[in-house]
């Protein structure tokens, strides 16, 4: 088995030849990752603007303290007087600024009397006008490809003029569940030794929830050739297939050999000194991979978040979101094994500090799926750690 260390070095490491792309409507690329630079074609305003609802005067004339309104100036009016010294133009937000006027000064200052304003208090110079290329200007990129893109993204591409773009494809990750034991949903038991899957399903939405195209294909018995054609079909309709059960040591554990003698694929290693999920599997061929993760429900989870996600990302030019973040601890933690450990815990975050504690987490097998409910994170612990105090800092992998 290699060091936690080394397994993300060599999972970093993977290339894909080609990554692919599509064209998609704005708002149908919400969710996807960019795929080139957004550059802004023209300065946002083109003009002088107003940003309030007011009146455009020359700065120094509000000495004069009375000014008469010459003309009235909305908003989408292109033929927009020039200012008349010792006059004002009203001007609503929106509105291009009239020639010679530097200044505006808002309603709220004002008193109108007839068709004069009376200027009850003083701005200062520019107050409330938007200068040419406030927002940015031409040549400026705007989003750079890589970015993911939400609402925001979507508002400034329209502003724009965009209407569509190009985004990475979102990998297709296939998921199988070995096991004679299991069954699936909606499946009677007829066996107090059989389970219900549940693998599948928590993948499928991590998955789905982190930028990949999901492929449930339920759950395989374990004998060597369902797994075999299970596998074969899989690889033949995803870019990355996610296999729980079936990777350790036990007689019926066939996946490790199917995934290296039936698929010809490369195993790029298979073993973690890490837990949950010592048994972990990476195997790569051409330009797909396939991830072999435990069964019990807590260790598949957390080893697909730490190897399956890296990889739907890599085809999309771009790394995992999950961020390592340091943290407090509000309760002691104790070290249960010299390997790289993931521990589930409470996280909250009070005065911009992080603290966790294992209020609630119970200590047992890497079958309590229970324990990722709630706020919850890992704590990230070495090979070399020991166990820490009250008030010590430890990493911890937020998502």
């Known amino acids: 088995m290699i060091h936690f260390d080394e397994s993300m070095k060599l999972l970093n490491e993977l290339e894909i030849s080609e990554l692919?792309?599509?064209?998609?409507?704005?708002?149908?690329?919400?969710?996807?990752?960019?795929?080139?630079?957004?550059?802004?074609?023209?300065?946002?305003?083109?003009?002088?603007?107003?940003?309030?609802?007011?009146?455009?005067i020359r700065y120094e004339e509000q000495a004069l303290k009375r000014l008469p309104i010459s003309s009235i100036n909305p908003a989408g009016n292109d033929s927009v007087e020039s200012l008349v010294e010792g006059s004002c133009i009203k001007t609503f937000t929106g509105s291009l600024m009239p020639k010679g006027a530097d200044t505006l000064i808002p309603i709220e200052n004002v008193t109108v009397d007839g068709n004069d304003i009376i200027i009850n208090e003083e701005v200062a110079f520019g107050f409330s006008v938007r200068d040419v290329g406030e927002n940015?200007?031409?040549?400026?990129?705007?989003?750079?490809?890589?970015?993911?893109?939400?609402?925001?993204?979507?508002?400034?591409?329209?502003?724009?003029?965009?209407?569509?773009?190009?985004v990475y494809m979102?990998?297709?990750?296939?998921?199988?569940?070995?096991?004679?034991?299991?069954?699936?949903?909606?499946?009677?038991?007829?066996?107090?030794?059989?389970?219900?899957?549940?693998?599948?399903?928590?993948?499928?939405?991590?998955?789905?929830?982190?930028?990949?195209?999901?492929?449930?294909?339920?759950?395989?018995?374990?004998?060597?050739?369902?797994?075999?054609?299970?596998?074969?079909?899989?690889?033949?309709?995803s870019d990355i297939v996610v296999t729980t059960g079936g990777v350790s040591v036990g007689d019926y554990d066939f996946v490790k050999d199917v995934v290296r003698d039936e698929l010809g694929a490369k195993v790029i290693f298979k073993g973690v000194r890490i837990k949950p999920g010592q048994h972990i599997l990476v195997a790569q061929k051409g330009d797909k991979f396939i991830v072999s993760?435990?069964?019990?429900?807590?260790?598949?989870?957390?080893?697909?978040?730490?190897?399956?996600?890296?990889?739907?990302?890599?085809?999309?030019?771009?790394?995992?979101?999950?961020?390592?973040?340091?943290?407090?601890?509000?309760?002691?933690?104790?070290?249960?094994?010299?390997?790289?450990?993931?521990?589930?815990?409470?996280?909250?975050?009070?005065?911009?500090?992080?603290?966790?504690?294992?209020?609630?987490?119970?200590?047992?097998?890497?079958?309590?799926?229970?324990?990722?409910?709630?706020?919850?994170?890992?704590?990230?612990?070495?090979?070399?750690?020991?166990?820490k105090d009250v008030d010590d800092e430890v990493m911890v992998l937020k998502f």
């Not at 690329?29 to 455009?56: C, Q, R």
């Not at 200007?137 to 190009?166: E, R, Y």
Request: glycine share 6%; net charge neutral; proline share 3%.
């Open 20 to 56: 692919k792309t599509e064209r998609l409507y704005i708002v149908d690329a919400l969710g996807y990752i960019l795929a080139e630079d957004i550059v802004a074609m023209d300065n946002s305003p083109e003009f002088p603007t107003s940003a309030m609802d007011g009146y455009a």
């Open 136 to 166: 940015y200007a031409k040549g400026d990129i705007l989003i750079k490809a890589g970015s993911k893109i939400d609402f925001s993204t979507i508002g400034v591409l329209a502003s724009l003029n965009i209407v569509h773009i190009n």
């Open 170 to 237: 979102k990998p297709k990750v296939a998921i199988i569940s070995t096991g004679s034991e299991l069954l699936d949903l909606g499946e009677i038991q007829t066996s107090s030794s059989q389970i219900r899957s549940s693998n599948n399903y928590t993948i499928e939405a991590i998955v789905k929830k982190y930028g990949g195209d999901a492929l449930g294909l339920g759950c395989v018995k374990d004998d060597k050739d369902s797994i075999t054609k299970a596998l074969k079909e899989a690889l033949s309709k």
């Open 293 to 387: 993760l435990p069964g019990f429900a807590y260790s598949s989870t957390v080893t697909a978040l730490l190897y399956v996600l890296p990889l739907i990302y890599k085809f999309q030019a771009s790394k995992s979101p999950l961020e390592y973040v340091k943290a407090t601890l509000k309760s002691k933690f104790i070290k249960r094994a010299k390997k790289a450990e993931f521990t589930a815990c409470n996280i909250s975050l009070t005065d911009g500090r992080y603290y966790v504690d294992f209020d609630g987490k119970k200590v047992g097998t890497s079958a309590i799926m229970t324990n990722m409910l709630g706020d919850v994170a890992l704590v990230y612990t070495s090979e070399d750690d020991t166990s």
